[in-house]
Each structure stands twice: as structure tokens, then as C-alpha cells.
């Protein structure tokens, strides 16, 4: 669940935030519009560029850690972290409050542990950005219903990639989300095709596991 939620975070956390401070502020309680509003005081640009700036030096530090001996390279990352995070604050150029979306949409895009798919996560939130910042909400739900709408129309290996959700098969939800305990996981997955659809029996040592 941890990493679901993860990867909603990294792909919409700066969308959301660009969309609350243009258009929708009003949605934000008084006491941390308050703090919002005086930590974007100095910002002389919009929401937009001030999100960009801070996703393209954020790419900028991670591919720069990649090519660099390991020991090196996290000093280097959290230094240089540190280090531009604070000079840009201090500056003017970004908030406080955009610091803070960005250290957590680096921080669950690190918990995506397929690397190809955190690559996709990372090229997806572009685009999402810039429609939030024309349309707000709005943007943000039809960017989400556009993805989900793609995603649902892929095939790996003929199987449909949003099975079982789409299409639908009920009985193969009990090993998605939630696990059933292994007594119930008696038929394999329908979105399959198997030729039997009874599992073998499990061992012992297996229902132990």
C-alpha cells in the first residue's frame, strides 16, 4: 500500500500543488494559506516555473549521483541537496513550501522499485504540471483519466495490463491489493487462461511460508 501511494505522490504531488496555489487557494485552510503566502512573498515568478526550476535541478542532482563512485555520490546528493535548496530559498527564487514538495516527490519516487517505471513516473509529472497549470483540478483529473485510459489499453505479453481490474474478474481480486490467506487461493488467475484452473495442492512447509 505504501508503494501505491508512493506512486501517486511522486506523479501528482507538484500538479496538486501548482493547481491549489494558482486557482484554487480557497481549498487551502487560513492559517497555512497564511504561511503559503509568506513564504511565496520573494518569488517573483509563478507557481509553474517555480516548479520546474526545482524538478529540473532535483533530475539535474540525481543524474549527476548515478555517474559518480557510491560513497561520492550520496555525499553529493545530500550536500548538494542542502546546500541549492537553502541558497534558493535564501534567494528567493523557490519557497519553502516548494522545497518541501519536492523532497517528498524525490522520496516516493524512490520507493518505486522497478527502475524503468520510476522513469516513466518522473517523464509522466512534466506534462501533468504543465495542464494543472492551465486548468487547475480539472487538468489534473483529465491528465489522470488520459494515463488511465493508456494504461488500460496496453498488453504484456497479451495479457491486459490493468488485470484483473480491467476487464473485471472478481475472483482474481483476492490476490491484488489485499492477499487472501493461502487456503482461499485455490484457482489460478483467470485473466491467464490457464488450461486448469485448480492450483496444486501446497505442501506443508509451503502454508508455512
Not at 497549470?133 to 491528465?143: C, D, E, K, L, Q
Request: proline letters at 7%; glycine letters at 6%.
Amino acid at each position: 500500500m505504501l508503494r501505491y501511494i508512493g506512486f501517486c505522490i511522486a506523479i501528482f504531488l507538484p500538479s496538486i500543488y501548482i493547481s491549489l496555489i494558482s486557482f484554487h487557494y480557497e481549498v487551502i485552510p487560513l492559517n497555512l494559506l497564511i504561511t503559503v503566502g509568506e513564504s511565496r512573498e520573494k518569488v517573483p515568478y509563478p507557481p509553474l516555473l517555480e516548479a520546474l526550476l526545482m524538478e529540473i535541478m532535483l533530475e539535474m542532482l540525481r543524474e549527476a549521483t548515478i555517474r559518480l563512485p557510491s560513497p561520492i555520490s550520496q555525499t553529493i546528493g545530500v550536500v548538494g541537496g542542502i546546500i541549492i535548496g537553502q541558497a534558493a530559498v535564501e534567494a528567493g527564487l523557490v519557497s519553502n513550501i516548494m522545497i518541501i514538495v519536492v523532497a517528498l516527490t524525490a522520496v516516493a519516487s524512490f520507493i518505486l522499485t522497478n527502475q524503468e517505471m520510476s522513469a516513466s513516473v518522473r517523464f509522466i509529472r512534466f506534462p501533468l504540471m504543465l495542464i494543472s497549470s492551465m486548468f487547475g483540478i480539472f487538468g489534473i483529473v483529465i491528465g489522470a483519466m488520459i494515463l488511465i485510459i493508456h494504461l488500460i489499453s496496453l498488453k504484456s505479453l497479451g495479457v491486459p495490463y490493468f488485470s484483473p481490474f480491467s476487464p473485471m474478474k472478481i475472483l482474481d481480486l483476492k490476490d491484488t491489493f489485499v492477499r487472501l490467506p493461502t487456503q482461499l487461493l485455490n484457482t489460478r488467475p483467470f485473466y491467464l487462461k490457464p488450461r486448469d484452473l485448480n492450483r496444486e495442492s501446497l505442501s506443508k512447509d509451503e502454508e508455512k511460508r
